[in-house]
């Protein structure tokens, strides 16, 4: 299962709104905020697809690089390995692999901050506790 979208080289990761009930995204990689939504999973992917395609057109128009932005590593030899050999254990490419565990390193650190004013985030995923009076 996966809650990232790739297209012509772009990437997003999805949210799903539960008030409003729609899935959304932003194209990530890039420097402009380009976003999409869709009630449904088809017009999620239409619509990312189409907000890439429009991004590309527009950027093309003005002379503006469109690319997605890329981020190098210097990894040693062997941490490079075991990174690989994570990455094929976890049936991902390097890129996924890498930006999951990115993804999980600002995860993790935007946990610590909070802790450190003093707050605590909600897991998501635990059902809403009651109240029993």
């Known amino acids: 299962m996966s809650d ?12 799903f709104d539960a008030e409003d009930r729609i899935f959304f995204g932003r194209v990530a990689g890039i420097e ?3 976003g999409f939504h869709g009630e449904t999973v088809d017009e999620l992917v239409t619509a990312f697809q189409e ?11 003005i002379g503006k690089k469109s690319e997605p932005e890329l981020l190098r590593l210097v990894l040693n030899a062997e941490l490079r390995e075991r990174v690989a050999d994570a ?4 049936g991902q490419t390097l890129d996924e692999f890498g930006a999951d ?3 999980a390193a600002i995860a993790r650190a935007a946990s610590q ?5 003093g707050g605590s985030q909600p897991d998501l995923r635990a059902p809403p506790r009651r109240r029993f009076e």
């Open 4 to 15: 990232v979208l790739t297209y012509k080289g772009y990437r997003a990761r999805i949210e």
């Open 101 to 103: 565990a990115l993804q």
């Open 32 to 34: 402009d905020g380009v």
């Open 51 to 61: 907000a890439v395609d429009d991004y590309a057109e527009t950027c093309g128009r």
């Open 87 to 90: 990455a094929r254990e976890a």
């Open 113 to 117: 901050r909070l802790a450190t004013m």
